[in-house]
């Protein structure tokens, strides 16, 4: 404890030190040093990005699509499928809570079935009705187009998914599809968050989300998700979950 307090007065003692500390380790110890450096870097500036440049990227790409006079020749359609693939678009308010209330009352809970793909108790209507929301089905294409133009896309399947309390979702992605996406109907401050990572990064997550009644999530299919290290701790935690093919319109 003296010497630390010694080295705390003298700088130059404890720049000594480490200069030893150094020499001991020789290459090796600076090439760790220098990873460990880079490796920081690279997680503080992923942060940044994602806390403050994420929602204008998303902002961006849908006026960059609207300025467009061309939208459905094969060059454009390549600008589109670049534009979605950079980052996760997000629409809050996308649906209404008489919306939310009327399709939660048409959820059979009688007739859904254990998910796979979540850890505790949850229930979803895949095995049991692949499209439970059919009527909804087509206004929410109509809505994505018309809210978010650079997403013409259709639905090929939707469903729903209730967990309870202490579940998890496990890390997944959606096979035979181009976009996916979710539409939070009963959540609260304890439900989990969705979670992304980054196929590219070596440390794997992009960002965290916190749900809120009637936001609208959409993200590119091959994207791996999850609840990450979050645990759902709300009683009832209730999305609408969907996927797309483009529209050749």
């Not at 959820?107 to 949850?122: C, R």
């Not at 109509?142 to 496990?170: F, G, H, Y």
Request: neutral net charge; contains cysteine.
């Amino acid at each position: 404890m003296g010497d630390f307090l010694i080295k705390l007065v003298r700088p130059d003692l404890a720049f000594s030190s480490l200069r030893d500390f150094i020499e001991l380790g020789g290459d090796v110890l600076l090439a760790i040093m220098l990873a460990t450096f880079i490796m920081w870097a690279l997680i503080i500036e992923r942060y940044w990005h994602f806390a403050t440049s994420q929602k204008g990227l998303s902002k961006n790409a849908i006026n960059h699509w609207n300025e467009r006079s061309d939208h459905s020749s094969w060059y454009a359609r390549r600008i589109r499928e670049k534009l979605i693939s950079e980052g996760v678009l997000a629409k809050e308010d996308f649906i209404n809570q008489s919306e939310i209330d009327k399709l939660i009352g048409s959820i059979d809970k009688n007739n859904l079935q254990p998910y796979d793909y979540i850890e505790g108790n949850a229930k979803t209507s895949i095995g049991v009705s692949q499209n439970m929301f059919l009527d909804f089905q087509k206004d929410l294409e109509e809505r994505i187009v018309k809210e978010i133009p650079i997403l013409n896309q259709r639905m090929a399947e939707s469903w729903c998914t209730i967990q309870k309390e202490d579940s998890k979702l496990k890390w997944h992605k959606h096979p035979n599809s181009v976009l996916s996406g979710i539409i939070y109907l009963k959540v609260d401050d304890d439900s989990s968050k969705l979670v992304f990572q980054n196929p590219t990064s070596m440390e794997g997550q992009i960002f965290e989300i916190q749900p809120k009644p009637g936001l609208l999530l959409m993200w590119p299919s091959f994207l791996m998700h999850g609840s990450g290290d979050t645990i759902n701790k709300s009683k009832e935690r209730i999305i609408i979950a969907f996927n797309t093919y483009w529209d050749k319109k």
